[in-house]
């Protein structure tokens, strides 16, 4: 009985952290909730795990996306949780949600309302160091496993192409150290940044795939006016080289 208890407890305080972001959109419709994952060096928990509220969250866009709605008198409220697909799915279905640091593709393009570039990234595929594994393009990389974080660009950059990937949610680099699979779908530098703070870096870089610019992804009601009034202010920080300067903080 007592554990009954505690699993019931734990069910409605988990229920209640779930709902308390959608009240608060509802009950302020100019307030926007951001959501973002542990992508570093981009956004990350300052402790590691994977939930995080403003305040415990670090990295170059999610400084670059607090300073934006502070500098636009935009309210926010700012979230970092898992799992990543999730996210994307909360961003696009409900009103007074947004998600960071989202690439635009064509199949995205039509979901959201968009916010950038605020960054970007180069798609790789990652080795082991010690790994013999030659690869000169994606066809020559299809004979081997590649793994790859559930909804993240590197993963829906090979499905596209009519690529398999083992979909991981946590411990991707370990995974990949370990033997589970032979290369890492990601994108740099995060994904050497990863490695590096999971103590399994370096990495090799197999094969560059492509270069993508990261964008913040606003639900489809947001107004058109919040909108063009956050680009304008993004527009602006840049001109001002801020965020080229949060970008330094973490990468050099």
Same mark, same amino acid.
């Given at each position: 009985?007592?554990?009954?208890?505690?699993?019931?407890?734990?069910?409605?305080?988990?229920?209640?952290?779930?709902?308390?972001?959608?009240?608060?959109?509802?009950?302020?419709?100019?307030?926007?909730? +951001?959501?973002?994952?542990?992508?570093?060096?981009?956004?990350?928990?300052?402790?590691?795990?994977?939930?995080?509220?403003?305040?415990?969250?670090?990295?170059?866009? !999610?400084?670059?996306? !607090? /300073?934006?709605?502070?500098?636009?008198?935009?309210?926010?409220?700012?979230?970092?949780?898992?799992?990543?697909?999730?996210?994307?799915?909360?961003?696009?279905?409900?009103?007074?949600?947004?998600?960071?640091?989202?690439?635009?593709?064509?199949?995205?393009?039509?979901?959201?309302?968009?916010?950038?570039?605020?960054?970007?990234?180069?798609?790789?595929?990652?080795?082991?160091?010690?790994?013999?594994?030659?690869?000169?393009?994606?066809?020559?990389?299809?004979?081997?496993?590649?793994?790859?974080?559930?909804?993240?660009?590197?993963?829906?950059?090979?499905?596209?192409?009519?690529?398999?990937?083992?979909?991981?949610?946590?411990?991707?680099?370990?995974?990949?150290?370990?033997?589970?699979?032979? +290369?890492? !779908?990601?994108?740099?530098?995060?994904?050497?940044?990863? /490695?590096?703070?999971?103590?399994?870096?370096? +990495?090799?870089?197999?094969?560059? +795939?492509?270069?993508?610019?990261?964008?913040? !992804?606003?639900?489809?009601?947001?107004?058109?006016?919040?909108?063009?009034?956050?680009?304008?202010?993004?527009?602006?920080?840049?001109?001002?080289?801020?965020?080229?300067?949060?970008?330094?903080?973490?990468?050099?």
């Amino acid at each position: 009985m007592p554990t009954t208890k505690k699993y019931l407890r734990c069910a409605f305080l988990g229920a209640l952290i779930t709902l308390l972001p959608i009240a608060s959109a509802s009950a302020d419709g100019e307030t926007i909730n +951001l959501l973002t994952q542990n992508f570093p060096p981009f956004s990350m928990a300052d402790d590691g795990k994977n939930f995080a509220k403003e305040g415990a969250i670090s990295g170059i866009d !999610a400084e670059v996306v !607090a /300073a934006l709605f502070k500098r636009a008198g935009v309210p926010y409220a700012m979230t970092l949780r898992s799992p990543w697909s999730r996210l994307q799915q909360l961003a696009e279905k409900t009103p007074g949600f947004a998600v960071f640091s989202l690439s635009r593709t064509p199949e995205r393009e039509p979901k959201y309302k968009w916010v950038g570039p605020l960054s970007e990234i180069q798609i790789v595929l990652l080795k082991a160091p010690e790994s013999q594994i030659q690869v000169s393009s994606l066809d020559a990389a299809k004979q081997y496993r590649i793994g790859s974080k559930d909804g993240s660009v590197g993963s829906q950059y090979l499905i596209n192409r009519g690529i398999e990937v083992q979909s991981s949610l946590i411990d991707t680099p370990a995974k990949l150290k370990a033997g589970q699979f032979d +290369l890492w !779908a990601t994108t740099n530098p995060s994904g050497e940044y990863e /490695a590096k703070q999971a103590g399994v870096g370096p +990495l090799a870089v197999a094969l560059t +795939l492509s270069r993508v610019d990261l964008y913040l !992804a606003l639900n489809k009601e947001t107004p058109d006016a919040v909108v063009e009034k956050l680009q304008r202010t993004l527009d602006q920080m840049k001109q001002e080289g801020l965020l080229q300067q949060a970008a330094q903080r973490y990468v050099n």
